[in-house]
């Protein structure tokens, strides 16, 4: 079997994709089975828990984490280098930070920050809109 994607995933795209009822859904059921596995780094969980309360509650926002990182296609990396790409919202780096050092193969997101990524020679990264 081939090695699977590895795949870093905006917050908006998680959030999205954990409603059954979501467009966005599938991502989720990927990341469920196993087609891909999802690079994240301190920055990118800490941003994930902390979107996930707001949008829900503490105790959901755990869960999510605590199942991300029990899961077995789940890679904790750690970010080096600090790129400063997204000028129209450098919160938004931490996930190229991320998808560089874990040699991912694409960033998943529905921001238009990330566009930028297109023009640039390094680092690359591919950007996927779902």
Request: hydrophobic share 40%; glycine share 2%; net charge negative.
């Amino acid at each position: 079997m081939p090695n699977p994607l590895r795949i870093v995933l905006d917050t908006n795209c998680l959030i999205a994709a954990l409603s059954r009822h979501s467009e966005y859904y599938p991502v989720w059921k990927g990341f469920q089975t196993g087609k891909y596995i999802l690079c994240v780094s301190n920055d990118i969980l800490e941003e994930y828990e902390e979107i996930i309360a707001q949008k829900t509650s503490a105790s959901v926002a755990k869960n999510v984490i605590n199942l991300l990182l029990k899961s077995k296609n789940v890679e904790l990396i750690n970010t080096y280098f600090k790129f400063w790409l997204i000028e129209a919202d450098h919160d938004d780096d931490k996930f190229v930070n991320c998808a560089f050092a874990a040699n991912a193969t694409y960033i998943v997101s529905n921001d238009k920050h990330f566009d930028i990524l297109k023009n640039i020679l390094f680092p690359t990264t591919n950007t996927s809109t779902f």
